[in-house]
């Protein structure tokens, strides 16, 4: 609400971008590798250049191999000892 007072707009609007900054963060995090967010951020279009780059991982949302270190519940294996991996 103080952001849509500072910003003489409603309430709504300020939810709704918000809302979508959230949720090309998580587009993001699961395409882009780290040091290239700040860049992706910056160029919008950039975004879907990399998810053309890395369509496999875009669609599953896997963040570099992510998904190998968090199986789905159930399909876990066996843990490996401390710093064998």
């Known amino acids: 609400e103080e952001v849509a007072e500072v910003l003489d707009v409603p309430v709504g609007t300020v939810r709704s971008r ?14 882009v590798p780290d040091r290239h967010a700040e860049i992706i951020m910056a160029d919008p279009a ?30 876990a294996k066996p843990a490996r000892a401390a710093g064998t991996f």
């Open 46 to 75: 950039a975004l879907r250049r990399a998810a053309q780059r890395f369509p496999a991982r875009a669609a599953n949302g896997d963040r570099y191999g992510a998904t190998a270190q968090y199986p789905a519940r159930g399909t």
């Open 18 to 31: 918000l809302s979508r900054g959230r949720d090309a963060l998580r587009r993001l995090m699961g395409v």
